[in-house]
């Protein structure tokens, strides 16, 4: 184990194996891992190629690749299942991922694992930041608890609908789940009997001032994991592949993962991102999706298509 969250898996070759040359309970074993620990290690693999790293995201979750990204000229054999991220833009995409989110908010099945892997390591680090949201919940007192898990975030480009607080499909856990960079709305299902609007809906969206206390409650949450035992900075290493499990931990880059090249050295990675179990669905008879560009639908609240989504502090950076 790595302490506080995360473990080293030794003497698996991820860039070879397959499925089928380990029991099924040894695969079954490593994704309870990964849910509990949220992320697993697989170090000495080498540079892998795209291709290698393709095929050792593909021992998890959903098996194959869901790519939505956008493919770097630098990025080998212009392989677009990779998103490849740097400090300098010649050798890679910029400053992606500065606040905690989970990959693939965006799309219905968000990506069940994601696949880090350095291809260089800078000289003065420059990591990431990993929260597990089934501990984070745990922290937080029990009457948020009870209004987090009826609060369903809207993704401010295509509208999917994902619960704030979900029950874990591996390890049962309850976790919170937010994207801090690119929600447009929060619906809040109201507790039973209760109504909002002339329409007498069971359901209303968060005010500006409720969306800033819930980012800002949510931010402060993960990061609080650092000295509460539920966060960490990870720091890559030569030829390491790290596996996460994209629905039990959130994620950030470090402040000096975004440090110029010249400042910190050289930083290259190449993500890959795992096709859905299933669907993130929001539960309460609500869609998969809303159009976030169209009229607020409830009459009331932030509601906002495009882009970052809701701004909560204008003080901080903004981009996926």
Not at 235 to 260: F, R
Not at 261 to 277: F, P, S
Request: charged share 20%; with cysteine; aromatic share 8%.
């Amino acid at each position: 184990p790595i302490e506080p969250m995360g473990a080293r898996v030794l003497g698996l070759d991820v860039k070879a194996v397959k499925r089928s040359d380990k029991p099924e309970e040894v695969w079954e074993a490593l994704e309870m891992e990964m849910a509990q620990r949220g992320f697993l290690v697989f170090p000495d693999q080498g540079v892998m190629t795209p291709d290698e790293q393709i095929h050792a995201s593909c021992l998890w979750g959903g098996r194959q690749m869901h790519s939505t990204h956008g493919v770097h000229p630098a990025t080998p054999e212009g392989n677009h299942h990779i998103f490849r991220l740097s400090n300098d833009r010649q050798h890679g995409i910029l400053g992606v991922g500065p606040q905690w989110h989970n990959d693939g908010s965006f799309v219905e099945g968000t990506f069940s694992h994601v696949g880090y892997h350095i291809i260089r390591v800078p000289e003065k680090g420059g990591g990431t930041y990993f929260a597990h949201q089934g501990a984070a919940f745990d922290k937080l007192p029990p009457e948020k608890q009870e209004r987090w898990q009826r609060l369903v975030s809207l993704n401010s480009n295509s509208g999917v609908l994902h619960p704030v607080v979900h029950e874990h499909y591996i390890s049962g856990r309850k976790s919170v789940w937010l994207h801090l960079g690119m929600t447009g709305a929060v619906i809040e299902k109201l507790p039973d009997g209760e109504t909002h609007g002339p329409h007498k809906l069971p359901f209303r969206l968060l005010n500006e001032e409720e969306m800033k206390d819930l980012f800002h409650t949510y931010n402060d949450l993960l990061n609080a994991g650092i000295k509460d035992g539920y966060a960490i900075n990870c720091q890559y290493q030569d030829g390491d592949l790290i596996m996460i499990d994209n629905l039990a931990i959130g994620h950030k880059a470090s402040p000096e993962a975004h440090k110029s090249a010249e400042e910190q050295g050289l930083r290259i990675m190449h993500r890959t991102t795992v096709h859905a179990v299933q669907d993130f669905e929001p539960g309460f008879g609500l869609p998969i999706a809303m159009d976030p560009y169209s009229g607020n639908p409830f009459g009331e609240g932030v509601w906002l298509g495009g882009g970052i989504g809701f701004k909560w502090d204008d003080k901080i950076r903004y981009q996926n």
